[in-house]
C-alpha cells in the first residue's frame, strides 16, 4: 500500500522534515514577494532572510537561529485578508503561516510543521485553482494540482536518500525553482 504525502512527511526525520518545508516554501515564498511588490506591504527580505537562515542551519547544524525572536518577525508581516481586496493576499498568507510553521517545527512547538506546510502549499494551489477555473469540479485533476502533488512526492523521494549538508541544500533548491515557476504557475 503506497502512504499518502501527509503520512509520509510525518515520518520524516526532524532535520529532512525542516528540509521539506524550506523546499516548499521556496516554491511558495516568491507569491508573498509579489504580492509584497504590487501592494507596497509586508517585508519580503524579512522573509528571504529568515528563510536563508534556516537552509544556513541545515547545512551546518551548529549555526543559531533565535526562533522565537524570527517567529515574531514573520508572524508580524503575515498580511490580514480584511486589509486586502485582490486574490494574492491568500497565497501571501499561506507563504507566511508556512515560514511561521517551519520556525514552530524547529523550535519543536509544533512537531507536525511539515505536514502544516505541505497542506497550506496545496491548498494554495486548490485556492489558484478554484479561482481562476470556477467551474472545474474535480480540481485534483488540474494540472497544477498534479505538479504540486508529484513534486511533493518527488520531494519526499529526494529526502529519503538525502544526507544533510550543503550539497542537499544546493540540490533541493535546484529542485525547487528549476521549472521557473512558483506552486500556483506564476513565472518567477
Known amino acids: 500500500m503506497k502512504l499518502n504525502i501527509f503520512q509520509r512527511v510525518r515520518e520524516l526525520e526532524h532535520w529532512q522534515a525542516v528540509a521539506f518545508g524550506a523546499t516548499l516554501l521556496e516554491r511558495s515564498l516568491p507569491n508573498y514577494e509579489l504580492f ?49 481586496d485582490n486574490f494574492g493576499v491568500y497565497p501571501a498568507i499561506d507563504a507566511g503561516m508556512s515560514l511561521s510553521a517551519l520556525l ?39 494540472p497544477l494540482m498534479q505538479w504540486e502533488i508529484e513534486f511533493q512526492s518527488e520531494l519526499l523521494d529526494e529526502l529519503a536518500e538525502a544526507k544533510r549538508g550543503s550539497e542537499c541544500n544546493k540540490r533541493l533548491r535546484q529542485l525547487a525553482t528549476e521549472e521557473g515557476i512558483t506552486n500556483i504557475g506564476i513565472e518567477l
Open 36 to 84: 509584497c511588490e504590487l501592494t507596497d506591504s509586508g517585508d519580503p527580505k524579512l522573509c528571504r532572510n529568515v528563510l536563508d537562515s534556516i537552509w544556513g542551519w541545515l547545512a551546518n547544524p551548529k549555526s543559531k537561529i533565535n526562533l522565537a525572536l524570527q517567529q515574531e518577525k514573520v508572524d508580524a508581516v503575515i498580511p490580514e485578508v480584511g486589509e486586502h
Open 104 to 142: 514552530a517545527l524547529m523550535s519543536g512547538e509544533d512537531p507536525q510543521g511539515a505536514v502544516v506546510i505541505s497542506k497550506l502549499s496545496q491548498g494554495s494551489v486548490d485556492a489558484f485553482i478554484q479561482a481562476t477555473e470556477p467551474e472545474l469540479e474535480e480540481v485534483k485533476e488540474h
